[in-house]
C-alpha cells in the first residue's frame, strides 16, 4: 500500500487545534510538506516547530482569517508565488454558533457561508491548477456528521455543512479527471475544544457537568466512547495517499458507528 507523500505539499486549514492540527501531523508523519494556516501567528509558529521533519520537509504556516475570504486570498497567492506547487488542500475552519435555526438572524447564515463555502472556493480556485499540471491532487473538507443526519441545536451549522457537501460533491465530478480527488471527512463526538463547547451548552442548559454529558452521549456510540483526534486525523490522511486514488466524492464518517443512517 502506497502511502508514502514524499515531495507532495498539504496546506491545512485551521490547524493549530483540534482535528485541523491532527490532521497535519499524520500528513508530516507520511513524508509531506505541511503548510498550517490559522490566525493566531505565535501559536502557528510553535506548531510549525513540532511537525515531523524525517523526510527533511521545511514546513511553513500562513496567516489567514476565515472571515475574509479576501485576506484567505490574498494569504495563498503570496505563498504560491514564492513556493511550489499544493498538492493536498485539507479545508477546516471551526463551526458556527449553536441554537434553533428559527432563532438565527440571516446574518449568521451568510458569515457561516462565507467562511466555510466561500474561503474553500478561494482556496480550491487557487491550488487546482497547480495540481492539474502535476497529475495529482487531493481535497479533503472536514466537516460534520450533520450532512448526514442534522444535529439538534446546530441549525445554523447543518444548514452551511450541508451546502459545503454538496459543493464538495459537485467538485469531485468536474476534478475527477485530472488526478483530483475531493473527499469529505465527517468527525463524529472527538475529543476538541469544539466539542467541549457544544456539549458545554448542552451541560449548561441542563445544570449538569461536562463529564457527565459525556459519559451519555458515550452510550449512543456503538464504540461505547468519544474519538481521539489523532484517530480522525489518520482517516483524513489517508485519502490524501496514493493509495487512495480511486477514493472520490464520498463523505466518510469518523464516528465510531454512532450515525444511525448508511
Not at 511550489?84 to 451568510?110: Q, R
Not at 462565507?114 to 491532487?137: E, I, R, T
Request: glycine share 10%; aromatic share 6%.
Amino acid at each position: 500500500m502506497n502511502l508514502d507523500l514524499t515531495g507532495k505539499t498539504a496546506l491545512v486549514c485551521g490547524s493549530t487545534q483540534g482535528l485541523g492540527w491532527a490532521t497535519a501531523v499524520e500528513l508530516a508523519q507520511l513524508g509531506a510538506t505541511v503548510v498550517l494556516l490559522a490566525r493566531n501567528e505565535d501559536r502557528l509558529k510553535a506548531r510549525v516547530a513540532e511537525l515531523n521533519r524525517s523526510a527533511g520537509q521545511e514546513h511553513h504556516y500562513l496567516v489567514a482569517d476565515f472571515t475574509s475570504p479576501e485576506n484567505v486570498k490574498e494569504a495563498i497567492q503570496t505563498f504560491l508565488r514564492r513556493h511550489n506547487t499544493i498538492h493536498i488542500l485539507v479545508n477546516n475552519t471551526g463551526g458556527p454558533a449553536g441554537g434553533a435555526i428559527l432563532d438565527a438572524e440571516p446574518e449568521a447564515f451568510a458569515s457561516a457561508f462565507s467562511a466555510h463555502l466561500l474561503c474553500n472556493q478561494v482556496l480550491v480556485q487557487a491550488v487546482v491548477p497547480g495540481m492539474k499540471a502535476a497529475g495529482f491532487g487531493r481535497v479533503v473538507n472536514i466537516i460534520s456528521t450533520s450532512v448526514k443526519m442534522p444535529l439538534p441545536g446546530l441549525g445554523v451549522s447543518n444548514t452551511i455543512r450541508g451546502a459545503v457537501a454538496s459543493w464538495s460533491k459537485t467538485l469531485a465530478g468536474e476534478l475527477g479527471p485530472f488526478g483530483i480527488t475531493v473527499n469529505n471527512v465527517l468527525p463524529g463526538y472527538t475529543e476538541t475544544a469544539r466539542l467541549d463547547y457544544v456539549l458545554g451548552q448542552r451541560a449548561e442548559r441542563e445544570s449538569r457537568s461536562l463529564e457527565d454529558i459525556k459519559k451519555e452521549v458515550s452510550k449512543d456510540i456503538p464504540a461505547r466512547r468519544i474519538g481521539q483526534p489523532e484517530e480522525f486525523g489518520s482517516a483524513a490522511a489517508f485519502l490524501c495517499t496514493p493509495a487512495a486514488a480511486y477514493i472520490n466524492g464520498i463523505n466518510l464518517p469518523v464516528d465510531g458507528g454512532r450515525l444511525g443512517c448508511l
